[in-house]
């Protein structure tokens, strides 16, 4: 895997990230997939994914289970084995 680039200082974003690992699942219309939420904001979340037949436009559901979550989302970008959610429902309060 390449590793991540550090993020700048600065970024524009609405919400504040939190780092996390948590074990999750992808849900679309075609397919299920296990991923990990790397980090997570009021927002959207960063997947660790296998990227393949995921698009950018796609509508998911991701669940996690250990912590009884479910989020709506949309797929916003994908790179190598990553994927940027943006909710599309709020999220519970982190």
């Known amino acids: 895997m390449i590793p991540r680039p550090k993020l700048l200082e600065i970024e524009n974003r609405d919400y504040k990230r ?17 991923c990990v939420i790397e980090d997570i904001s009021n927002g959207g979340c960063r997947l660790l994914i296998n990227t393949g037949k995921l698009v950018s436009g796609d509508m998911v559901k991701i669940q ?4 009884k979550l479910s989020f ?22 982190l």
Not at 64 to 67: D, F, S, W
Not at 73 to 92: D, M, R, Y
């Open 18 to 34: 939190h780092a996390c690992h948590w074990p999750a699942v992808l849900l679309t219309d075609n397919f299920n997939r296990s």
């Open 64 to 67: 996690v289970p250990a912590r």
């Open 72 to 93: 709506s989302g949309k797929v916003v970008w994908l790179h190598c084995e990553e994927a940027g959610i943006k909710f599309t429902s709020k999220p519970a309060k």
